[in-house]
T-cell receptor, first 114, second 113 residues
Framework: GAVVSQHPSRVICKSGTSVKIECRSL??????MFWYRQFPKQSLMLMAT?????????EQGVEKDKFLINHASLTLSTLTVTSAHPEDSSFYIC??????????FGQGTRLTVV | AQSVTQLDSQVPVFEEAPVELRCNYSSSVSVYLFWYVQYPNQGLQLLLKYLSGSTLVKGINGFEAEFNKSQTSFHLRKPSVHISDTAEYFC???????????FGSGTKLNVKP
């Protein structure tokens, strides 16, 4: 099946710094990518939808200036957590899909802000 | 909009016993249905999906699920579980354009020896 690669798998950063997470579709072109966040012991919550070549659409309650999403090509979307704080510590997962087929999920990134 | 309800947050079961993880959904449009498994500190792995056709769907690792439109349910079953099945299981729905996935709150399956 199709592969979505997410990098890094784990990252620890200091409070106030920014962290970039990459999501790549390795063997297909993804017109749309999704970013999810998973708090401990909770389900995945959709943060934003990223469309290649256009601005991301953020879900209600998600700060677009804090969670910057860039979808520069059909195979790469990035999520940058700006000025990270300990409450941003979470598990972030990206998903990519091609129209009229299924969605494929990355392996996730565990972000710890200290 | 769609929503997913997983009624059981935790399900303890002994090894080799059968198990059923419940999932109910609500939607005003036709949906696709999915079950994913998540092992600790890992991403999601697709177990099975219902897109159309037979309402009984077989997936990987011996799991199966049955789509019941009248009851808006998509329960996951396995006739005999293994220790290695210990993980968290998420039910999800999407519209038929895969525009968004809506996940249930998850069910932790704990298989005991």
């Amino acid at each position: 099946g199709a592969v979505v690669s997410q990098h890094p798998s784990r990252v620890i950063c200091k409070s106030g710094t920014s962290v970039k997470i990459e999501c790549r579709s390795l063997d297909f072109q993804a017109t749309t990518m999704f970013w999810y966040r998973q708090f401990p012991k909770q389900s995945l919550m959709l943060m934003a939808t990223s469309n290649e070549g256009s601005k991301a659409t953020y879900e209600q309650g998600v700060e677009k200036d804090k969670f910057l999403i860039n979808h520069a090509s059909l195979t790469l979307s990035t999520l940058t957590v700006t000025s990270a704080h300990p409450e941003d510590s979470s598990f972030y997962i990206c998903s990519a899909y091609v129209r009229n087929t299924e969605a494929f999920f990355g392996q996730g990134t565990r972000l710890t802000v200290v | 909009a769609q929503s997913v309800t997983q009624l059981d947050s935790q399900v303890p079961v002994f090894e080799e016993a059968p198990v059923e993880l419940r999932c109910n959904y609500s939607s005003s449009v036709s949906v696709y249905l999915f079950w994913y498994v998540q092992y600790p500190n890992q991403g999601l792995q697709l177990l099975l999906k219902y897109l159309s056709g037979s309402t009984l769907v077989k997936g990987i690792n011996g799991f199966e699920a049955e789509f019941n439109k009248s009851q808006t349910s998509f329960h996951l079953r396995k006739p005999s579980v293994h220790i290695s099945d210990t993980a968290e299981y998420f039910c999800a729905v999407s519209d038929r354009n895969f525009n968004k996935f809506y996940f249930g709150s998850g069910t932790k399956l704990n298989v005991k020896p």
